[in-house]
Each structure stands twice: as structure tokens, then as C-alpha cells.
């Protein structure tokens, strides 16, 4: 503890752990604490003190470290000059990558850099929303992010790494990490990775701890992915997703960010944080949200046929139509004298199956039938939640205009 040798030794508290900040009486190739710096710290102990115990130096060791913990990015959150009263938070993804100017970007913008402040001062704080860059390659999405976060960025976390602990170990000493490329992903991934943006605190026993403890989340994340043609399959549950369009062609580029500009964002997100921004969206924006989600669904080639299926006009006996005669309307023969004049008010997957695409009833499986709920989805109807009886297909969960449900 006394020992000026060692006084570099210290904890820090963002990466839950022990950190090398200056020199040591050994070389050491970073500030991360490695078990070779265990090894030097004995072999240093040993030969100026006498030889103790593994027990009694793992104790003072901890101890000592412990009083010496400190908060990275606290601290320069702190050392941040005032903020000069110029805008730049709401703008962000509008300046340096080309999204539209409206309520929403700005607001998922403010909020989740809000966030990441919120985050590091009140450790686990309730955000379990991820906003998503949707741009092209090399328009400087995750250079934007990476300049944000300075050291404390990470690209290394895989959708994979979310379905245990490993995920959980990588957050440790990072303040933003960038989860890319969310294309394609399968129902079964979409799910777990909601259920690990939702978690507000990782416990688990780290590799040579003793004991499971609670690691409060200090971090945010954001997704980026290239996808031109919509990335989210789950026609449900797409709450924690904020997508964004990132055309590129902003005023700015994502490169030219100086560290006066960085910290001057970071100073008003600050000024906001104590001004009481909330971190979830308002009503009125979270009908945009859904707006936003329902557009980065998956797109599906035969799409624009479904929206021109629904937007014809029926004859009046239309329920009282056999398939055969639906059909032959719907192709434009043999309608002897049957002219549309009514627009339709629902809708089931069977029928879309049976009339648009000619199948047979027996022949729509689970993975179709999926594929139309979210084209339906996409398209702006909403199904409702109890079976309905659809002439000539029996009992079938309908859908109706309206916005996507929760």
C-alpha cells in the first residue's frame, strides 16, 4: 500500500477489475491487468518484504486495489469543458450520416446518448432499447460510434456471444459496444438478443472468481447492418429495435469528428441528463417507432402483389363467393357483371394463399404463413387477437388496417 513502486496499481470500477495505470517495477505491455502481472507482483513482494501467503496476498492485494478504485469515465465526464450552447446531439445522425430530419431521429439520438451518461452514473438504470444505423458500406456508421466512445468502444460482441456469460464478460470496460451486421437473423436470435438488451444486470461467476456476483450494466449498444432490404423477421416484439436510415451524404463526415467536437456533445448530452430527459420515447413518437420498425421488416418479393390483393375493390356478395369465382374475379374473367365497389376490411393468410397465389388450404405451412404475417405487417395491418370465422376457410386469425401492435 505504501510502496511508491506500486501505487499504479489500482481498480477500476467500468472495467470491474485491476488495471495498471503508469509504470510498475516490471514491463507490462498494457494497462490490463494479466496473470503475468500476478506472477512479477509476487516475485516484486518476495524479494523486498519476505514471502506471504497465497491467502493473506490476495487479500491485500484486493484490498489495496480496492481503495485505489477509480471511474474512468466518471472522471471524464467530469473534466468535460462547458458546454458552449451550441445544438449537435439532436443532429448527429442528420449531420455526419444523412438521416432524415424529424422528431424521431432526433429523438432516439438524444436518448440513447442520454443513456450511455445515465448508465455509467447510475450503473444497471433501466435501457433496454438499441438504436440501429441502416446504411450503406463505408459512410462511417461504426467510425461514429467507435469516436463517441473513444477507448471504450467495442466491435468485438457476436450475436452468438449473447446466449451466455461470454457476452456478459465482454461489456465489462466498455462504455458503447456495436452489434453488426443484424441481418438475416433467425426468429430464435432475435428473440435472445431482446432478452439480453432487456437484462439490466449481468451476474455470473468470472473465469477464476470465487463467487457469482452482479455486474450493473454501464454500457449501451448499437446495431448497424447494410441491409437494403429490411432486416428485422419478428413481426412482434420489435419494441427494443430504434431503427434509423443512414443514407450517407451528410453535411459532416463521421472522420472528421475533432475531440473538441466529441467532447462538446458529450458536455450537452451531460447539460440534459441533469435537465431530466426521460429515456423512453412519448406516444406520439413511439407511433413513428413502430412506422420505423414495420419499414425495416424483411422484404418479400411478392410484397406489392399482397398490397395490390388489398387494395381491390370487392363486388358486395364477396362472402358469398366460391373460391373458383374469387378467383376468376380477382384474375378478370368470368365475372359475369361483378364489379368491385367495396374496399376490403380484413383479411387471412388463407385467403391471400388460396386467391392471390392459387394454393390449395391444406398446403400452407407454418414458415408461408409467417411470410404473409409479415407482409401484412409490413404493409400496416394489425391482427387481431381472436379467431374469426372467414368464409369458405373456417375459423382464421384475421387482419384489419391499423397500426403494428405491441
Not at 428473440?191 to 454501464?218: K, M, V
Not at 393468410?349 to 409479415?374: H, P, V, Y
Request: charged share 30%; hydrophobic share 35%.
Amino acid at each position: 500500500q505504501n510502496d511508491p513502486q506500486l501505487q499504479n496499481i489500482v481498480f477500476n470500477q467500468q472495467l470491474d477489475g485491476m488495471e495498471i495505470k503508469g509504470e510498475v517495477p516490471w514491463k507490462h505491455p498494457s494497462k490490463y491487468w494479466r496473470d503475468a502481472d500476478d506472477a512479477q507482483l509476487i516475485s516484486y513482494v518476495d524479494s523486498h518484504y519476505g514471502t506471504f501467503s497465497q491467502r493473506n496476498y490476495q487479500i491485500a492485494v484486493t484490498k489495496v486495489a480496492d481503495d485505489r478504485s477509480y471511474h474512468p469515465i466518471r472522471e471524464y465526464l467530469a473534466a468535460l469543458p462547458e458546454w458552449d450552447g451550441v445544438l449537435r446531439v439532436d443532429t448527429l445522425l442528420i449531420d455526419y450520416l444523412g438521416a432524415e430530419d424529424n422528431s424521431y431521429v432526433r429523438a432516439v439520438t438524444r436518448k440513447t446518448l442520454c443513456a450511455a451518461v445515465r448508465r455509467v452514473q447510475e450503473p444497471g438504470v433501466k435501457f433496454d432499447t438499441m438504436l440501429v444505423l441502416n446504411g450503406p458500406q463505408g459512410i462511417g456508421k461504426s467510425t461514429l460510434i467507435s469516436r463517441l466512445a473513444g477507448e471504450w468502444f467495442s466491435d468485438s460482441l457476436n450475436l452468438s456471444d449473447t446466449k451466455d456469460k461470454t457476452a456478459a464478460e465482454k461489456l465489462q470496460g466498455y462504455w458503447i459496444l456495436e452489434i453488426g451486421e443484424l441481418a438475416g437473423l433467425r426468429k430464435a436470435e432475435v428473440e435472445t438478443l431482446r432478452s439480453f438488451l432487456s437484462r439490466q444486470n449481468d451476474i455470473y461467476r468470472a473465469a477464476f472468481g470465487r463467487r457469482a456476483t452482479p455486474h450493473p450494466r454501464q454500457c449501451i449498444f448499437f446495431g448497424t447492418t447494410n441491409a437494403e432490404s429490411g432486416y428485422l423477421r419478428d413481426t412482434t416484439g420489435n419494441r427494443r429495435f430504434w431503427p434509423v436510415k443512414t443514407p450517407g451524404g451528410g453535411v459532416k463526415h463521421s472522420w472528421e469528428l475533432t475531440n473538441e467536437d466529441i467532447s462538446q456533445i458529450w458536455a450537452e448530452v451531460v447539460v440534459l441528463v441533469e435537465n431530466g430527459e426521460k429515456l423512453h420515447l412519448a406516444p406520439d413518437l413511439e407511433t413513428l417507432a413502430k412506422s420505423e420498425q414495420r419499414e425495416a421488416l424483411e422484404s418479400d418479393e411478392r410484397e406489392g402483389l399482397v398490397r395490390e390483393y388489398l387494395e381491390t375493390l370487392l363486388p358486395e356478395d364477396w362472402d358469398g363467393m366460391d373460391l373458383f369465382d374469387r378467383r376468376s374475379f380477382l384474375a378478370g374473367v368470368n365475372n359475369i357483371g361483378r364489379v368491385g365497389t367495396v374496399a376490403r376490411t380484413r383479411v387471412c393468410n388463407m385467403e391471400i394463399w388460396c386467391e392471390l397465389f392459387g394454393k390449395d388450404q391444406g398446403s400452407l405451412g407454418r414458415a408461408e404463413s409467417n411470410n404473409l404475417t409479415a407482409m401484412l405487417t409490413k404493409l400496416g395491418w394489425v391482427r387481431k387477437e381472436k379467431k374469426e370465422r372467414v368464409r369458405p376457410y373456417g375459423p382464421q386469425f384475421v387482419f384489419v388496417p391499423g397500426d403494428v401492435p405491441d
